[in-house]
Every structure is written in C-alpha cells, then in structure tokens.
C-alpha cells in the first residue's frame, strides 16, 4: 500500500518513535502494513492519552466500545489510531514549518488496480456525518419516512435505519447504522423510533451525544440516552423539524 510506504519512509528520515493516526476505514487498511515496515507496535481505537510512568501503557476500546484494555507497548516505535470523538476539540495559537516531501515508492506498492468505485447515495455520508438522524420500525412504513429525511436536512444530517428497517427494504442496506451494518461517531445521533437492540447500540455507542424519541418509556434505548422524549414520534418530529427550520433562518 503506497500509504503504509510514504507514512514509514517520513518515520523513519525524521526518526519519530510515535506515529498517530485517526481511526478510519483507511487507516485501519494500513496500520499493519505500516507496523510490519517499521518493527512496531500497533494499539488501535485509542481512548486516552498514554501512560509513560510506567513503561508504554495505553487504553483502547474493545468488543465495539463495550469494554476497555490497558495494552503495553513494548517495541521503540509505535503506532495508535485515535478513536473518534476521544478527546475534545482545542484550539490554540502556534507557529509550524511545512516542509516537502516525495516519498519513493516502489512499482510493487501499485499491484491493486481499482476498476470502478461505488459511493453510498446520499448528500451526506454517515461515516463522515457531524449529526446523524436515524429511524425504526417505529415509523410503521417507509411512507413516513419523510420525518427522517426532512429532520435530516434541517439539521444538516446524514440518514440512517436499524437493521429491522433494512431487512424489510425500507431503506437501502448502506443506511443499516449497528454491529453488523454501519458503525458511527456523530457528535449527535438522533434515534427516532428505535427501541435500541445491544446490536444497534454497539454501533452508535462512540457518538458523543445521543438522544432517542420513543413513545415506550422503557425503551432499552433511554438508558444510553444524553437525552430522551417519551411520546409519539409522528407529533414530536414535525415540532422539531420546523423548531430547526427556524434556526437556520
């Protein structure tokens, strides 16, 4: 992989013994290969900043985020993926000099040819999304599923389904937010009408601010919940959908 090579290659002319990167579906492609070419140890979906009072150690997620692991990294160099949303956005004022840098990479790096690409449909990717606006059987039908899409675009939102909702073709599979579908870290996602099955949570549990309509108070999904509306979502949506028209104004 040309990433692996031109990322190893700046390592090792400016000798870095730590090498970041934020969790992707690119970066979890390459840290092997990169760990490989550097002699490294590699610790993915980290939490926290790590602990060098004793050695190397460091925090990550496992079992999709339900579950926690201290990991020693032993070797020289080594190599994280932050996981997303794990530490808060600062600014501060600096001064960087950019330097350039044309990494040789080998014929052999090019052996994958990539015939065609087919994108997800949609104004907005869920895996790149800020907020995301999710919906359940509890719209009852794909007819009502304008309330998902039209609270979306207010928001400026990406769409997504739970599984029940993809499995009877209300919505395409691309859309199946969970464990076995998508898996994503919105600074907000709204559950519309899910009543939050362990296999959804596993894959919106990374979001740093959930909050679920549901008109069934006991709804698994309160207890995940930042913040939670217990009433009927065909009477809740259309205030919030005109509520958020009215901001952006």
Request: proline residues 5%; aromatic residues 6%; contains cysteine.
């Amino acid at each position: 992989m040309p990433y692996a090579t031109a990322i190893a290659e700046a390592a090792k002319k400016y000798e870095a013994e730590t090498v970041l990167l934020a969790k992707s579906a690119v970066s979890d492609a390459l840290v092997s290969r990169l760990g490989i070419k550097l002699k490294a140890g590699v610790v993915t979906n980290v939490l926290q900043l790590p602990d060098t009072s004793k050695g190397f150690l460091v925090k990550r997620a496992i079992y999709t985020g339900k579950a926690f692991a201290q990991v020693e990294i032993l070797t020289k160099t080594k190599i994280l993926t932050i996981a997303k949303n794990a530490f808060p956005l600062t600014e501060a004022s600096t001064q960087v000099q950019v330097e350039s840098y044309m990494p040789a990479i080998p014929e052999s790096d090019f052996k994958v040819v990539v015939k065609e690409v087919q994108k997800a449909s949609g104004d907005i990717l869920l895996t790149e999304a800020d907020i995301v606006v999710s919906g359940g059987r509890g719209l009852k039908g794909p007819e009502n599923w304008n309330l998902v899409i039209d609270l979306a675009k207010a928001l400026g939102a990406a769409t997504g389904c739970s599984k029940p909702v993809s499995d009877l073709d209300w919505r395409p599979h691309h859309e199946h937010v969970g464990q076995t579908g998508v898996k994503v870290s919105p600074n907000i996602y709204i559950a519309i009408g899910i009543s939050g099955a362990i296999q959804h949570l596993a894959g919106v549990n990374s979001s740093k601010v959930i909050v679920v309509i549901n008109k069934d108070p006991e709804a698994p999904f309160f207890k995940a919940a930042d913040y939670g509306i217990a009433g009927d979502l065909f009477e809740v949506v259309p205030k919030l959908i005109a509520a958020a028209k009215q901001l952006n104004k």
